[in-house]
T-cell receptor
Framework: IAGITQAPTSQILAAGRRMTLRCTQDMRHNAMYWYRQDLGLGLRLIHYSNTAGTTGKGEVPDGYSVSRANTDDFPLTLASAVPSQTSVYFC???????????????FGPGTRLTVL | GQNIDQPTEMTATEGAIVQINCTYQTSGFNGLFWYQQHAGEAPTFLSYNVLDGLEEKGRFSSFLSRSKGYSYLLLKELQMKDSASYLCAVLDSNYQLIWGAGTKLIIKP
């Protein structure tokens, strides 16, 4: 089934540990995004990639890094996790990032991360 | 700064009509999106408006007024499965989506 997959589904992590959240899409979308969603707040953009080989910082990039080596994969790494990074993380993709309906974003199922 | 405002929570009755409002102030405008998000699930796309007016899609309609910085999502013939959060998002001048906090819609029988 075409779409976006994320792994793991959930994770409990000790503070200070390194963690990579995986995201893969098979829609050949050019743009990909990482968001975090916290209760009472809207989705907040962490990092994005408009095309393979390029990445950019979103609203809340500190403590996170990404890479986009190919079209399909967009992993998010927490170098040294802290409790404030406890959240639900969503990966999304869109056909393009150029304005218009092609910017419609499609979301993966999410990763629920708890940092203790 | 950029800002999207929507009511935190609304309650409606099964079979009725409900209107969820969204006002926005953003740096540039390249379209407005509505998404539905059931508890514990990912957001799913509902509608996209870039021109003023009403877009109808089955039981759901979305309206946009760019001059007023205003949109609404209209849900007709409400069903229990429509209980969810509804997220308003604006595509800004950098082609990034700015998200509202969402409106939790509770449907009562």
């Amino acid at each position: 089934i075409a779409g976006i997959t994320q792994a793991p589904t959930s994770q409990i992590l000790a503070a200070g540990r390194r963690m990579t959240l995986r995201c893969t899409q098979d829609m050949r979308h050019n743009a990909m995004y990482w968001y975090r969603q916290d209760l009472g707040l809207g989705l907040r953009l962490i990092h994005y990639s408009n095309t393979a080989g390029t990445t950019g910082k979103g609203e809340v990039p500190d403590g996170y890094s990404v890479s986009r080596a190919n079209t399909d994969d967009f992993p998010l790494t927490l170098a040294s996790a802290v409790p404030s990074q406890t959240s639900v993380y969503f990966c999304a993709s869109s056909e393009a990032a150029s304005g218009g309906a092609t910017d419609t974003q499609y979301f993966g199922p999410g990763t629920r991360l708890t940092v203790l | 700064g950029q800002n999207i405002d929507q009511p935190t929570e609304m309650t409606a009755t099964e079979g009725a009509i409900v209107q969820i409002n969204c006002t926005y102030q953003t740096s540039g405008f390249n379209g407005l999106f509505w998404y539905q998000q059931h508890a514990g699930e990912a957001p799913t796309f509902l509608s996209y408006n870039v021109l003023d007016g009403l877009e109808e899609k089955g039981r759901f309609s979305s309206f946009l007024s760019r001059s007023k910085g205003y949109s609404y999502l209209l849900l007709k013939e409400l069903q229990m499965k429509d209980s969810a959060s509804y997220l308003c998002a604006v595509l800004d001048s950098n082609y990034q989506l700015i998200w509202g906090a969402g409106t939790k819609l509770i449907i009562k029988p």
